[in-house]
């Protein structure tokens, strides 16, 4: 176990802000070293959310698995991360693995995996409550200690849910056929939790192992979020290494048993894992890392190297609504108050539109066809080329990052309906970019590493007149660290 000395790791994250480094994202959560992962522990207390999410302080790889902690009441001021809970003993010695937040009794409180490794290399993972008292978590009492029999070591990421007043939480698992599932825990009147079983899908045969779960309730519906792994990939679908989407029906906990639609990804990009949400009774935000495990040669950042001691974000705060079985997400609400000075789009009768963008760039940008059928857009980064186009005669997406020399390349498609319009929201940053198209239908996270530090500008094309181009480009300003 490494030594943590939380006082000088929280002084070296405060050194560290503001980022200057031209790969170091402005408006979305990343830390000046180490490695992060999946967001963890997130609630809100008083108007205050809780974001926590996985951290290695010591360097870019996925080791030291810890918690660092941050708030905010806005998504745009935030506290400086500090380290809120590293490995202390031996059930998590091998890393504080991810889990969920709670209030409880006024306290913020959290669930997670003790991921421990016996002498022989297995597994023995535990599940245990902790408090966060001044800023760090005290670890509480373990209530499961080990996976249940037919479960492999691959058991983990709790996730609390509320049914009739009672305390439930679901968790990711790996059968010891080596196919993925859902437990779901509950609260009994004496305190015990106690294993109800794994949760009956369509999905039985559905990757090896599925991680992060997490069940959202929206008004009559429940959506079960879940991260499975070992899907095959198809032309439209399941591009990525691994998945994070959901399936949308009823859950029966006493059938055990949820009937629901079709496994939907939340995100069509390249860098998107692991999401938590906010359930605040309408409201829902959910973040996600942007990043995914095992692909860290893709990305020039993290070679432990000086210049570029770190790997990964988290996405943006996106606020989550559904329409008749489908997840929208749209960028939350809160954060039009990153906006500064705009360019007004408005052009008639056009095939090409340049512009300008800024350090951080929020474009919105409403596109009427005409006898237009094909659209791209580029950032345009010195020469290097990031695009994403549509074509309305295949009603096909596409993000290309074949145009860039550093990190990740290739494309990613996927269909969406357009009649005569197409609506794009896209949020650059300085290395991750973020698009909503059609108010949400979809979105779709990536990381672009341009050679030079060079401010992108927007050219967008088409293969004939298009009708009518309006909207905005936003100059965007930072997070801000206090
Ligand atoms: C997902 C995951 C979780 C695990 C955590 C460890 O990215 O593998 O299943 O708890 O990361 O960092």
Redesign the pocket.
Known sequence: MEKFDKKSIDQQVRDGLPFKHRWHNRFHLEMPMGLI??PNGMTCLDGVYHIFY?WNPFGAV?KN?SWAHTTTRDFIHYSTPELGMNPTDIHDKD?C???CGLVENGEVRVLY?C?MKDENNVRIPAQRFGTLVDGYVRKDAIIVEKNPEGITG?F??PNLFYDHDRRYFVL?AQRENQTGTVLIYREEDNGNWSLMGDLKTQLANFGY?W??PGLVRFDSKDILIF?PQGLDAEEFKYQNL?QAGYIVGNLSLDAMEMLHGEFQELDQGFDF??PQVFSQSRRKILLG?MGM?DKDSEYPTGEVTDAVPWRYSLTMPRELSLKQGHIYSKPARELENLRLQKIDIDADRTSRIDSKLFEGTEIDLNIKFASARKISLALDYDGEIAKFEYDLSTQIFTIDREGMKLGGRGQRRFKIFADDSIKLQIFVDKTAIEIFVQDGEEAASLFVFPEKDSIPKMILTSDSDLQRVTGKIWELDSFKFE
Do not use: L, V
């Open positions: 992962n999946d996985q996925h698995k890393g693995y991810s889990g995996t991921n691959h983990r990421d990711g192992m991680e992060c991260c691994y894992y692991a890392w495990p």
